[in-house]
């Protein structure tokens, strides 16, 4: 069973507002959800992180509703230097009580001029 | 600070050779991941460390092992390399995950080729 489900793929114009939902059905009362950014040939990036409600910073909103069982990464007025692939995370704890995350298959977006 | 750093960059490996991916990271950081990552895929996590001495499997163990004899380094090790391993492996550190969250910094990866 998957952890959490994305869109494998979206398109935008420069300039629009993108928003990636992922949805995590089996979240843990103690899960963060966590969001990254992976260009081509580099390793992920963080870009944001909630844990219930609204968090805004400098490059993006995450939008958590109130069971949270999905969120929705949201990217201001996007450029072509936003394309990239985007995943969403949770955690999850191990048969042995270790802290594992998952990363989710990703959102590949293309932003167009 | 020099953050996650891998080593090496690529690696073309014989079906059958061994060899060990390095992994350090200068952020006193305790928990540390190594991922890997086939071409237009995701990431799956291989092994996970919470600390030195303590390592736990992540999703895709098998054919691989690591060690952590301290907190700055997590090498992974291949012991029989087949072509199903050919792949980018990155490797995270991060705090705990608790109210900082699960903000993990990667290394630059290394590609390795088995053939």
């Known amino acids: 069973l998957a952890k959490t489900t994305q869109p494998i793929s979206m398109d935008s114009y420069e300039g629009q507002e993108v928003n990636i939902t992922c949805s995590h059905n089996?979240?843990?009362?103690?899960?963060?959800i966590t969001w990254y950014q992976q260009f081509p040939s580099q390793g992920p990036r963080f870009i944001i992180q909630?844990?219930?409600t609204k968090v805004t910073n400098e490059v993006a909103s995450l939008f958590i509703p109130a069971d949270r069982k999905s969120s929705t990464l949201s990217l201001p007025r996007v450029s072509l230097s936003d394309t990239a692939v985007y995943y969403c995370?949770?955690?999850?704890?191990?048969?042995?009580?270790?802290?594992?995350?998952?990363f989710g298959a990703g959102t590949r977006l293309f932003v167009k001029a | 600070n020099a953050g996650v750093t891998q080593t090496p960059k690529f690696r073309i490996l014989k079906i059958g050779q061994s060899m060990t991916l390095q992994c350090t990271q200068d952020?006193?950081?305790?928990?540390m991941y190594w991922y890997r990552q086939d071409p237009g895929m995701g990431l799956k996590l291989i092994y996970y460390?919470?600390?030195?001495?303590?390592?736990d499997k992540g999703e895709v163990p098998n054919g691989y092992n690591v060690s952590r004899s301290t907190t700055e380094d997590f090498p992974l090790r291949l012991e029989l390399a087949a072509p199903s391993q050919t792949s980018v492996y990155f490797c995270?550190?991060?705090?705990?995950?608790?109210?900082?969250?699960?903000?993990?910094?990667f290394g630059p990866g290394t590609r390795l080729t088995v053939t």
């Open positions: 089996n979240i843990a009362t103690n899960d963060y």
């Open positions: 995370l949770v955690g999850d704890i191990s048969s042995t009580g270790g802290f594992k995350t998952i």
């Open positions: 995270a550190s991060s705090f705990p995950p608790g109210t900082s969250g699960y903000e993990q910094y």
């Open positions: 952020m006193n950081h305790n928990y």
């Open positions: 909630g844990y219930k």
């Open positions: 460390s919470v600390g030195a001495g303590i390592t």
